[in-house]
């Protein structure tokens, strides 16, 4: 056993031939140092070659079998590595496909609502306008029948007005210059404040860039609606109005000093207002909060996906 353990070492120590001729010193000791009894030097030789042979061929394939050992546990940790790599990518897989599901659905919401904004325009607004022109070239009528003309052009008018309306609504054209949502939220500001006389101001963190009309137009509506409320019910003495932009989401908090309120939370009943901005929110994936308490302010924050702007925007309808 002690022969055979020092031949396995042989192999496991010495590179390459190195290891067959320590194999060979191995045997030659062994021979050495039992007793001969008489032995011829052919004899000795004849054992020498046999141990020697014999001894390789058991130290190779112990040897062979400790390589493809390591081999195997080399194979089986990179196996694990690419396991755990496949796992993550499929992850990666998953939330790529949800915000691709998640872009198709707030496209197509958003190409619907720019679609029903030109047929409004092309139908019924230019349809009014055309009716409105005609009824304005009619002459030479009894006064009875132009005070009857008169009403339908009134009539015309309004229901001319709701329809543009309509349109703004759905495509606001405040948003499509080149000033921004930042820009249009500082006008708002500044109107608001000189119609309450209440201080406005807006703050601007990270790094502005144009985003894509649906959630521009999301976040200018949910400013003003804030605003409405708090000159309708706050009486407060100062707002503050901050856009966020982020990596992946923007957000605008509204927060007022005034009387604040306990809200009442999504299922137990909001005012329409509230309502309202909740809903343009989370029709656009958004996530919508309100902080209230009574004598303690309001404040209420919407963050929605920072989609880029549309590289080709359709052109928006005129009058």
Request: glycine fraction near 8%; include cysteine; hydrophobic fraction near 45%.
């Amino acid at each position: 056993m002690t022969g055979l353990g020092a031949f396995v070492q042989c192999f496991a120590l010495l590179p390459g031939l190195w290891a067959y001729g320590g194999v060979a010193v191995t045997v030659g000791v062994l021979i050495a140092v039992r007793p001969q009894l008489g032995r011829t030097p052919v004899e000795l030789l004849g054992s020498f070659v046999v141990g020697v042979l014999a001894a390789s061929t058991v130290g190779l394939v112990i040897k062979t079998v400790s390589d493809q050992n390591d081999q195997r546990k080399v194979m089986i940790a990179e196996l694990r590595e690419t396991s755990a790599k496949l796992v993550a990518l499929a992850g990666d897989n998953a939330n790529l496909q949800a915000q691709l599901l998640t872009r198709a659905r707030e496209a197509s919401v958003l190409e619907e609502r720019q679609r029903m904004a030109r047929e409004i325009h092309d139908t019924i607004a230019q349809g009014l306008t055309a009716i409105l022109t005609q009824l304005e070239a009619v002459e030479d009528v009894p006064p009875p029948a132009r005070a009857r003309l008169d009403t339908v052009a009134a009539m015309a008018r309004e229901s001319l007005t709701e329809a543009r309306r309509s349109v703004q609504a759905l495509r606001p054209a405040s948003l499509q210059h080149e000033a921004g949502l930042a820009a249009v939220l500082e006008d708002l500001a500044a109107t608001w404040s000189r119609n309450t006389g209440v201080p406005a101001t807006v703050s601007i963190t990270g790094d502005p860039r144009p985003l894509h009309a649906e959630v521009e137009t999301c976040l200018l509506r949910v400013a003003q609606e804030a605003l409405a409320n708090v000159a309708k019910h706050a009486s407060a003495g100062r707002v503050g109005l901050t856009l966020s932009y982020m990596d992946d989401v923007v957000a605008l908090d509204v927060r007022d000093d005034g009387a604040g309120f306990a809200p009442a939370g999504a299922s137990h009943g909001e005012g329409f207002g509230l309502v309202a901005m909740r809903q343009r929110v989370t029709r656009l994936a958004g996530s919508f909060e309100i902080e209230s308490a009574p004598g303690q302010g309001a404040g209420v924050s919407a963050t929605v996906p920072a989609i880029p702007a549309d590289p080709d925007p359709d052109p928006d309808p005129g009058p």
